[in-house]
């Protein structure tokens, strides 16, 4: 049994080395591909054979880099990862050829197609990995309703584009705790920027101490949702205490109004009584 444990990890061993020794071969052949590349492009423009046609090289050298990094992607699954530098590398040179030449309105450019171009990578992960990268969904779903939100902005005006870049950036949250209810990790981010997503609505109509009340306000319902949507599980009882910290706070700073500054004392002379309340009836009862 110990040597059929030993040779399997000998194996997997040789494997990861085999495997490693392949991407650096390939990350060498990728290098030398986009250095050639490069130096025709550099050759060609310093000799004139362009003609009269304005060659970005930089934004060629990325889309070049990107290829190569694309390439990589393409010879194996292992090599996943390389899929994010090569989109990210072909949507910067072609932003920066289209808007260098005028073939698209800067306006509309910077209204989401770079963000889409951020996104596209992390959707092909999700779709050629499948479930086991679920994380990848987060930045997929956050970049793209980003980019949807930029290029919206004309339409539904800045307040508004605020609200749903919040909000779109909460979605994939509550999403991956849907799926899987182990992962309440993801009700604070989803919580707090569905919270901060509201400000935008409301920050010309409501005071600055109903705002800060608010925001708190939000954050305690997000850490009582861990503990409430857990079945009031034991090992995540701790989120009771920033949301009753949060709570005081919420309630204190519109009350307090100039006194604000008072808060963070209140609520630690609060939860310190809370705290020495709950171990003194421990030991009587």
């Known amino acids: 049994m110990t ?18 020794v392949m991407m650096k071969d390939r990350v060498r052949i990728a290098l030398g591909i986009v250095l050639i590349l490069l130096g025709i492009a550099l050759v060609a423009q310093r000799m004139g054979w362009f003609g ?19 390439g990589l992607a393409i010879s194996s699954k292992e090599f996943w990862w390389a899929l994010i530098p090569a989109c990210l590398f072909i949507t910067m040179g072609v932003f920066m050829y289209v808007t260098e030449n005028g073939l698209l ?5 910077t209204g989401g197609s770079v963000f889409f171009g951020m996104a596209l990578p992390f959707w092909l992960i999700l779709i050629i990995r499948g479930r086991s990268f679920w994380w990848a969904a987060i930045p997929a779903a956050v970049l793209t309703f980003v980019a949807l939100s930029a290029g919206l902005t004309a339409v539904i005006g800045e307040v508004w584009t605020g609200s749903l870049v919040m909000w779109g950036i909460a979605i994939p949250f509550w999403i ?46 997000t850490f009582l949702l861990i ?33 604000a500054n008072l ?17 003194l009836f421990r030991r009587k009862s």
Not at 11 to 19: D, F, I, S, V
Not at 182 to 197: K, N
Not at 264 to 278: E, N, R, W, Y
């Open 176 to 221: 991956v705790y849907a799926t899987n209810r182990e992962r309440w990790w993801a009700i604070i981010p989803a919580g707090v920027m569905t919270t901060l997503g509201v400000i935008p609505l409301v920050e010309d109509a409501w005071p600055g101490v109903w705002i800060a009340g608010f925001i708190l306000g939000g954050l305690a319902l």
């Open 3 to 20: 040597l059929l444990k030993k040779s399997g990890i000998y194996r997997k061993g040789a494997k990861n080395a085999k495997l490693e």
């Open 227 to 259: 503990y409430v949507l857990s079945g009031l599980r034991r090992e995540l009882a701790w989120a009771l205490w920033p949301a009753v910290g949060c709570l005081i706070g919420a309630v204190s700073i519109p009350l307090l109004q100039e006194r």
């Open 263 to 279: 808060v963070p004392a209140v609520i630690l002379i609060i939860v310190g009584l809370i705290i020495l309340s709950v171990t």
């Open 52 to 70: 009269r046609w304005e060659v970005p090289v930089w934004a060629f050298v990325l889309v070049a880099i990107g290829l190569a990094a694309l």
């Open 105 to 109: 309105q800067e306006d509309a450019a």
